[in-house]
């Protein structure tokens, strides 16, 4: 009935108050959204910087997040390294050599690789295994009520889903995309020398990679994987505690929002640093 008069008392508005609740109401959701989740973000990262939080049950879920983020994720990361190395690190010293810009081979591939390829990939990596495990097992616990079980027994749904769970995707981030780039260099130096297209040894061309980053880049290496990876995890708990309707709707809601944030994340890091 309330229902029915609502949709009555909209009906009898004058147009232009009809006009503006149409583009109004969207606007609010969207800016409520953004609130909430900055409200999210906000109290996780408190929590996790407090060492009361980090009771058995919390580190326990940690460990088993990182296991499914990292170590079950390493298959994938080496494959996708090495397609990548032999893809563009090997191209880059070929053409560079052609060209007759072999001391430029260092700049460009950090420009390209470092500060944005691995951290990138290693985020969509994460995106597909945990944040779509993340979607799939918090809603499908919200919409089986098993988060109000919790809370009746005096667990914390959020101590123990989401702070265990955006921590273990920002260290497995780092710990991806720093391994990623060792094998990604590896592969392509090793696909060079095969074709004739490398003329110095592996310690030369780790030097001039070396050589061409600065506190930019070492910083960069250190915090982008970290803010994506937290990102992505974030977005994805964000949107299986907040979803309604249907779970396969949300999963593919999450899943594009995570692979946005990513980008997002990316760019933004890169115009900082």
């Known amino acids: ?32 959204a953004v609130a909430l989740f900055v409200g999210l973000a906000a109290a996780t990262l408190g929590h996790a910087l407090r060492v009361r939080t980090w009771r058995r049950t919390v580190r326990a879920a940690f460990g088993r997040e990182l296991r499914e983020a990292g170590v079950r994720a390493l298959p994938a990361m080496f494959g996708m390294a090495v397609l990548i190395g032999l893809g563009l690190v090997s191209q880059a ?21 470092v500060r944005e390829i691995a951290p990138v990939a290693v985020g969509l990596l994460l995106v597909g295994r945990s944040g779509t495990l993340a979607l799939v097992e918090i809603g499908g616990m919200r919409a089986g009520g098993q988060l109000r079980m919790l809370e009746t027994q005096g667990v914390d749904p959020f101590h123990l889903l989401v702070v265990p769970r955006v921590a273990a995707a920002a260290v497995a981030g780092f ?74 709707r949300a999963v593919a809601r999450g899943f594009l929002r995570a692979v946005i944030a990513t980008l997002l994340a990316s760019g933004a890091v890169s115009m900082a640093l």
């Open 175 to 248: 710990c991806l995309t720093v391994l990623f780039i060792v094998a990604a260099l590896l592969a392509g130096f090793v696909a060079g020398s095969v074709v004739g297209a490398v003329r110095f040894p592996l310690a030369e061309f780790a030097d001039r990679v070396l050589a061409a980053m600065g506190p930019a880049e070492f910083a960069l290496v250190l915090v982008k994987p970290i803010v994506i990876g937290a990102a992505v995890s974030l977005v994805c708990c964000f949107t299986a505690l907040t979803a309604t309707g249907d779970p396969g």
């Open 1 to 32: 009935m309330s229902v029915a008069l609502a949709a009555r008392a909209s009906r009898s508005r004058p147009w232009p108050r009809r006009a503006l609740a149409a583009i109004g109401d969207p606007v609010l959701r969207g800016l409520r």
């Open 93 to 113: 010293l070929h053409w560079l050599e052609v060209a007759g810009q072999a001391g430029s081979v260092g700049r460009v591939i950090v420009t390209v690789l």
